[in-house]
């Protein structure tokens, strides 16, 4: 009696085990990727009482007498089935369409949920889809969860998380380390594009890219390498910058400046990029979405229309700044003045013309410094460069300033800048304008400081000082009536003007660009110009927008600072905001910036698991203990059998209301069997007491 009362309380305890599993499916009908359950049961022990006993010769055996002792839970097993789809149109919920689980990641403490993987790197799979290091275990630091919930949610810094904090896991950044596993993020990146490189040249400085490369010359890039990097000149993971040579060749640059002037026939600035040590996979360059696009200039002509060597590329509108080097020291005590033909003269003889010569170390030239280009000693000091010869570790120039009377000394000059010059109209006091008693003859004098700041001032220059009172000089007479003093006389163009009582003089003065904003090592840029284009190498630039477009007060430069200068523009993937992001059925994060660029930023990857049925259940629709329940290797979605994602949707709980209801009504009857089971067991004890009576 006392073995079946115990049998039915086991069973009744058993089928309670079955009705709470019912109850928990049924209370997840609407939870998302929740995965049903059921209870799998199995025959208690037995107890034998008679053992059988075997046939021998005409006699035959015995059966055994075996009584079981009930129910017992064999398993509580997981139903891995699809759930249905539901579309959200929230793009950062995603739903696994087949098999495979999301990969979470919890930080604070360390992994487990490594698996092993095949040996065989990262690489691009079907239809070029990113194919990561298999042996990569994820971003470190951190425990890893499996789920097939996919209603995620971005945090502050654009990592995709679920609702418990915890980070989706794949190729982080997929441009510049596809097969490194981390953190997955819907933010701009640092890259929008690579392109592998094909090999190299007989210079041993062009680059020739395997496709058309779409970058520009002053696009800030990496070089990356599997192996080795290629020569001494370039290190990984360093910013260069491109010149581009033409659709599938380009230059590597460490400054901007050479990169828009480099116009030696050898590319002498150029970093040395061996051809025998390129490798024909593995190497890429890479374009940072950071950068800027450099126009080459050349010269500037009477309408202030600037010329560029090449196609420059710019839109009415568009924001430009010039690229200004930091100031070259020369050499200690080589300034030296010179006669024509470069032997050292005194400024003092008669026959001085206004020739210098110095040097400068050879690491420090740059194209900038070519014949033709104005070199800035300061305000009135401006030496046009006449040669500029190497000699063995340092670079001989020679120039001139003549064009200012008086010529400005440059005996105790030290170094200079290569800032263009910027035309503008400089007024300054005058003194003792009256005039000489020839007709039409007037004179005055100004500060010397004055003078300088002045636009070049000659014998035939008119000045303007008003309508109808235009004198052109006639003479300019240093340190009268004082020290320090310059005196100008001329004639008035219109006959009998009248210049008594002027006090002030307005002439056209050229101001040397600053570069006080934005520094980098090498240099920094002007203020801002606004661009109005005359044709695919030329335009204008002008102090507003307004003026950009209308076309009017183009700003004039010094044509012979300008040669060979660097304006640049910040491209505008730079300041770009990202309009769109979206996630592809391979997993991929795909952004769309304001501007129209488009790029991938990462990858979401899957893994799955051999024994399903080994996995943890940790709540919140998260899986662990990973490793026991055979993790596979990372796989991109929609390959090699992993499912498909489908973004902007959910995948549902997969219970099926009706054979919940089905079982619950069966295990209810079988709950009511053994209760009666159990009444019967203790009636029948009942009746065995009343046998005492």
Do not use: C
Not at 509 to 535: A, E, I, M, W
């Amino acid at each position: 009696m006392i073995r079946s009362l115990n049998t039915g309380v086991g069973g009744i305890r058993n089928f309670q085990t079955s009705l709470d599993v019912i109850a928990n499916n049924l209370a997840n009908l609407n939870t998302v990727g929740f995965k049903g359950g059921r209870v799998d049961f199995a025959e208690a022990l037995t107890q034998t009482i008679r053992p059988s006993t075997p046939d021998e010769g005409n006699s035959s055996g015995t059966s055994s007498v075996a009584v079981s002792n009930g129910v017992a839970t064999n398993s509580v097993t997981t139903l891995f089935g699809q759930g249905a789809i539901n579309q959200t149109g929230k793009i950062t919920d995603l739903a696994l369409a087949g098999d495979g689980y999301f990969i979470v990641k919890k930080y604070g403490s360390e992994s487990i949920g490594t698996g092993s993987g095949a040996d065989e790197g990262g690489g691009l799979g079907p239809q070029g889809i990113a194919q990561p290091d298999a042996t990569d275990k994820g971003a470190p630091g951190g425990i890893s969860y499996a789920t097939r919930a996919g209603d995620f949610r971005l945090d502050k810094n654009g990592n995709l998380v679920n609702n418990m904090g915890m980070r989706v896991q794949g190729i982080s950044d997929y441009i510049n380390n596809p097969g490194e596993i981390g953190d997955i993020k819907f933010g701009r990146g640092e890259f929008m594009a690579s392109v592998d490189v094909l090999r190299g040249s007989t210079d041993n400085k062009t680059i020739v890219m395997a496709k058309a490369h779409d970058f520009k010359t002053g696009n800030i890039v990496i070089f990356k390498s599997d192996a080795d990097m290629p020569g001494n000149d370039l290190q990984e993971a360093t910013p260069y910058y491109v010149r581009i040579v033409d659709d599938n060749k380009l230059l590597l640059y460490g400054d901007l400046h050479s990169a828009t002037t480099d116009v030696t026939l050898g590319h002498d600035l150029a970093k040395n990029v061996p051809a025998d040590e390129i490798t024909i996979t593995g190497m890429r360059i890479i374009k940072k979405l950071a950068s800027y696009e450099g126009v080459h200039t050349v010269g500037i002509n009477e309408e202030n229309t600037i010329s560029s060597e090449q196609i420059h590329g710019l839109k009415d509108g568009d924001n430009v700044r010039f690229y200004v080097p930091n100031s070259i020291n020369i050499t200690a005590d080589s300034m030296i003045s010179v006669d024509e033909g470069g032997v050292q003269m005194p400024e003092t003889d008669a026959n001085f013309n206004g020739d210098w010569q110095f040097t400068i170390p050879a690491e420090d030239y740059m194209t900038s410094m070519t014949p033709g280009k104005v070199l800035n000693f300061g305000v009135g000091k401006e030496l046009v460069v006449e040669t500029a010869v190497v000699q063995g570790d340092q670079y001989l120039i020679t120039g001139s300033v003549a064009g200012r009377e008086p010529m400005p000394s440059l005996a105790t000059e030290t170094k200079f800048t290569l800032a263009p010059l910027m035309s503008l109209v400089t007024t300054v006091d005058i003194e003792n304008m009256a005039s000489t008693g020839t007709a039409d003859q007037w004179s005055f004098d100004l500060n010397v400081d004055d003078y300088s700041s002045l636009a070049p001032v000659q014998v035939g220059t008119v000045l303007n000082f008003g309508v109808g009172k235009e004198l052109r000089v006639g003479s300019i007479e240093e340190d009268i009536p004082l020290p320090g003093r310059i005196k100008l006389t001329g004639s008035v163009i219109l006959a009998d003007s009248q210049l008594t009582g002027i006090t002030r003089l307005s002439h056209e003065g050229f101001n040397p660009l600053s570069n006080l904003d934005d520094q980098d090592s090498s240099g920094g840029f002007s203020q801002t110009f606004f661009v109005s284009v005359k044709g695919e190498k030329g335009f204008t630039i002008h102090n507003s927008s307004e003026d950009a477009f209308s076309r009017t007060r183009a700003v004039k430069i010094d044509s012979g600072s300008l040669f060979n200068s660097s304006l640049v523009k910040v491209a505008v993937t730079t300041t770009a905001q990202i309009q769109n992001v979206n996630v592809d059925t391979a997993g991929r994060v795909n952004v769309m910036l304001t501007d129209g660029t488009q790029y991938t930023r990462g990858q979401i990857l899957l893994r799955r698991f051999t024994n399903q049925q080994a996995l943890d259940k940790e709540g919140g629709n998260m899986y662990s203990n990973l490793e026991n329940a055979g993790v596979s290797e990372w796989s991109s979605p929609g390959s090699d059998g992993f499912a498909r994602i489908e973004a902007g949707a959910l995948e549902l709980s997969n219970v099926d209301v009706a054979k919940e209801f089905s079982k619950l009504i069966s295990t209810q009857r079988a709950f009511q069997a053994n209760a009666r089971m159990v009444s019967a067991s203790d009636q029948i004890l009942q009746e065995l007491l009343r046998l005492k009576r």
